[in-house]
């Protein structure tokens, strides 16, 4: 058990694959309010649907952070950094978890469920929540990656 981020709210989303990761890292973090999103079952489904729905709550400010997790991670983090606000970042360590939130001021972490165990998500997902983003010329960064979704895009 946890004692990881009291107080905070998290959107937390799956595919069929990620269902099972998804119930673990919630029942581990029982210290947080996890809106679950779906799916709920293993049925087959589309990742983009849950994906999406974690990242328009973390857009609209709803909650305090998003999960997404689906087989390897990839398909939920390219789906939900196409939402406007949200910073996603596949992660496959603590390491990379923790310096997301401290240098990208990561608001989703994507986790692939075929791909990392239960201890290795509870251990990067820990460390997501307790990392702070440092600002200074990190946030000069953030702000760069901001402006892009307003541009236009790729030249």
Do not use: Q
């Not at 058990?1 to 107080?7: L, N, P, Q, V």
């Not at 959107?11 to 890292?25: C, M, P, T, Y």
């Amino acid at each position: 058990m946890s004692k990881t981020g009291d107080g905070m709210k998290i959107a937390i989303g799956s595919d069929h694959a990620g269902v099972r990761l998804k119930k673990a890292i919630m029942d581990h973090f029982a210290d947080i309010e996890f809106e679950d999103v779906g799916t709920y079952t293993e049925e087959s489904c589309d990742y983009p649907d849950f994906a999406s729905e974690v990242g328009f709550r973390v857009r609209d400010s709803k909650v305090d952070g998003g999960i997404v997790i689906c087989g390897t991670g990839i398909g939920v983090s390219i789906a939900v950094n196409k939402i406007r606000g949200v910073r996603a970042a596949l992660c496959f360590n603590g390491f990379m978890a923790e310096m997301t939130k401290r240098h990208n001021n990561a608001n989703v972490i994507a986790l692939g469920a075929r791909v990392i165990g239960e201890d290795l998500a509870f251990e990067i997902v820990k460390r997501w929540l307790e990392a702070p983003f440092e600002g200074g010329r990190h946030m000069r960064r953030v702000d760069k990656i901001g402006a892009l979704e307003k541009s236009e895009g790729c030249r």
